[in-house]
DNA sequence: CGTCTCGTTGAGAGTTTTCAATGTAAGTGG
DNA sequence: CCACTTACATTGAAAACTCTCAACGAGACG
């Protein structure tokens, strides 16, 4: 149940076995089924969420409903509102599963107590945002200055988990565009 | 010269009086003129950066060779191309200063040292990137999912320090937008 | 005084969205 | 297992939004 996240740390850190016993003792195992919500807009976002099997994706509703994509998270992806769940404001974001999912969950609480029992965790999510940021940085780039078909033609080479695993629907949101924006630039690029 | 770096850094964690000695000899000051570059696309990004005076911005350059602004950075913040300076890669941005500035560079090395002997600035980066990805995760919805106008009120209400300080050309390139769609958009606000 | 940058304005072009219609695939309940 | 519903991908046409190009005036600076 711990082996992906454990793993995961070890990747960047080491822990004592000591630690680890403790460390798994900060979370709380969920399962969540396909399109039930973790996290609904409105409320306060009480956890961060390791998936440590399935995937689930994080969403703003536009004016008319439509879901607008922020992140996808797979398995070994950490996922939350995380203005939300810092500062205990009400989330903007809606965090649901897109398949059957399981989570490892800690609460701000045990967050805080988790990096001053074991302050190597500081260091395991200081890697961790520091890597997350790049991403971010780019993503912005990307979005604030390419075309429809450079953000699409970027997403297909630099991830191709998302573009294999997930409906032409989710990708377009997840890019900002609209799913006949994805449709036409998959034909022009197939015909080419 | 380090005060506003050790106010910044004792906001977020305490540090004892021996590690902000310790903590300073892992910066090199440095001064730059307005439009001096601190890197270029294509170098490897040596230093992470702390202004502590003046304003600078990274970007890139588009194919006609505009720039397109992904960061301000003002007095208290950190600037770098991250990937660069993390991965030893070739940077994609450009960094320069808007106003003359004046600089606190630690060098990859340096950092990875810094943590080490000073455990708890692990905890203040992780801190300090912890909020950064909250500021980004909402620019990237923006910038996803808002329009222009949308955009440029949002950036008016929430940062008054940009739309005060520097000019609309800058806004409009931070914006993704150009400069003529911002002078529009202030147009028909002001006219509302 | 001349030069340069910046902000504004107009017109036209280009890109992307919206709306509507259709066919197909997938999921659900009897 | 089939009928029904729902979701998804595609296509066309029109609308909306934003950019590009060009021109002009104001202000800063040497």
Redesign the interface.
Known sequence: MFDVLIIHIQQKVKLEDNQIELLKSFFIHKKLRRKQYLLQEGEICKNLAFVSKGILKSY?L?EKGNE?I??FAFEGWWISD??SF?NEEKAFLNIDAIEDSELLLISREKYEEL?LQI??M??Y??IL??????T??????I???FTAEEKYLQLVQSNPEITQKLSHTLIASY??LSPETISRIRKKILLQ
């Open positions: 703003i536009d607008r922020s992140l995380f203005n810092l990096t302050p190597i500081d260091r999510f200081r945002y520091q890597n997350s940021l790049v971010k940085d780019y993503r912005l780039v979005s604030n200055n890019l900002g």
